[in-house]
């Protein structure tokens, strides 16, 4: 059975491996407007969860002590989420 097992994962193993030799590679079929967007939001997303997270610690005091938890959607209406999404976004336009 063990033999099976082991013979099975290496048949598996030799068909990923040898796979990328029998496809053609492809570019991506983005336009410019995917291009500049896609990332702008994405930043802007990992600005606003940063903020959300970190904006009680930062403020610390009331604000801490008032700020929902990190695992509700509530945290997202904090001052730091909206400060977090701007800073994101333009975080990313300012390195391009």
């Not at 403020?59 to 800073?87: D, R």
């Amino acid at each position: 059975m063990k033999l099976r097992g082991l013979a099975a994962a290496a048949v598996v193993s030799a068909a990923l491996v040898g796979t990328p030799t029998l496809s053609t590679p492809a570019a991506a079929q983005t336009g410019q407007a995917m291009a500049t967007a896609l990332p702008v939001v994405l930043w802007a997303v990992t600005g606003a969860v940063l903020g959300a997270v970190a904006w009680p610690m930062i403020a610390g005091g009331a604000a801490a002590g008032a700020a929902p938890g990190v695992m509700s959607a509530a945290a997202f209406l904090n001052p730091g989420a909206a400060v977090g999404t701007v800073i994101g976004g333009a975080g990313y336009m300012m390195t391009r």
